[in-house]
């Protein structure tokens, strides 16, 4: 299937405005192509403004729909009050904020400084609350209501993982983000949900966590229940759900989508997959056998 396959009617989000951070590559770029499919329109922002004019005349020429293109960078307060305002000025208003940009590579934790674990924090964490905020803020005054925070984590926000600590940290606050949100916001008309993907391939992703021989070395399909990665279209539709009418009574949920892959790993006998069929006749001997013992 191809990101032309759209769970919901192609009006869905018709008149709705949705912001992406980091929407120029990646799942972003997928998520809005998808928003427009079903009739938003769409801001994506990044700290790079020429591959967000590439990705947004692509996008737009691709859906019919109107794309912004804002640089911003999520950790600066006054660019992310910026693209608040730019996005009113052009739309009017804005509906659905995605916090999806992220910084992450993979490392022995003992190999960081203060500074590489101060970068990812400062992208996925302070971003989140930067543009949370000031979004926020605006609906609250503006007493606008009906609206949706969608917060892009990972599986590992609640196991944790070595070798990717600061992402970790940060994803696990933005997860309690998103939760403390769904409550206290609640009576403002603003729900927060998050989806954690598993693995999605995406350049950006695999350039900095499956490098070079890694990714043969560590087939990442292997160890998700479903044998395969993600399809963006999945991730997009989800994310869709998530922003449009139709969650309206979905509030602080985050959820997985990865095929399995992270209850594999919490599971004490998962690796038995590895036994052949044959093999068991055997084993179920010997633990027949033990009756008594
Ligand atoms: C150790 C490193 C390092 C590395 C950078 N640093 N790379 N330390 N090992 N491989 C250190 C630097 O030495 C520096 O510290 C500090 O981190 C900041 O690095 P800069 O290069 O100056 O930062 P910057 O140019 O702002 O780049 C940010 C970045 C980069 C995060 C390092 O990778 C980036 O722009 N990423 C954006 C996109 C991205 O990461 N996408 C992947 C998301 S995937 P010192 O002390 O030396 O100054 C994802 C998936 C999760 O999140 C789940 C997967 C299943
Ligand atoms: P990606 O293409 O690298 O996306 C990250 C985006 O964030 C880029 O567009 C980047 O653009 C932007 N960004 C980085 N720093 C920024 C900053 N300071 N201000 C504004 N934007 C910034 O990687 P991806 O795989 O699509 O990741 C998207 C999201 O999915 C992330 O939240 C990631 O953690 C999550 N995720 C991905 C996977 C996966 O398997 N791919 C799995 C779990 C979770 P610029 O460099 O132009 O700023």
Redesign the pocket.
Known sequence: MSMQNTMLRADALKDRTVVITGGGTGLGRSMAEMFLRIGANVCITSRKLETLQKTAKELSEATGGQVLPIECDVRNHLDVDRLVASVVERFGSCDALVNNA????I?PTE???P??FE??IG?VLQGTVNCTLAFGKHWIAKGERDKAILNIT?TYAWTGSGYVVP?ACAKAGVLALTRSLAVEWAKFGIRSNAIAP??FPTK??WD??MPGELMEKFSLAKRVPLGRMGEHHELANLASYLISPFSAYVNGDVITIDGGEWLKGAGQFSQLEAIEPEMWDSIEKAVRGAKGS
Do not use: D, M, Q
Request: proline fraction near 5%; glycine fraction near 14%.
């Open positions: 992220a910084g992450n590579f490392s190999r960081l400084s500074k590489a970068v990812i992208i990972t992402s598993g693995p950006g992703a900095r966590l």
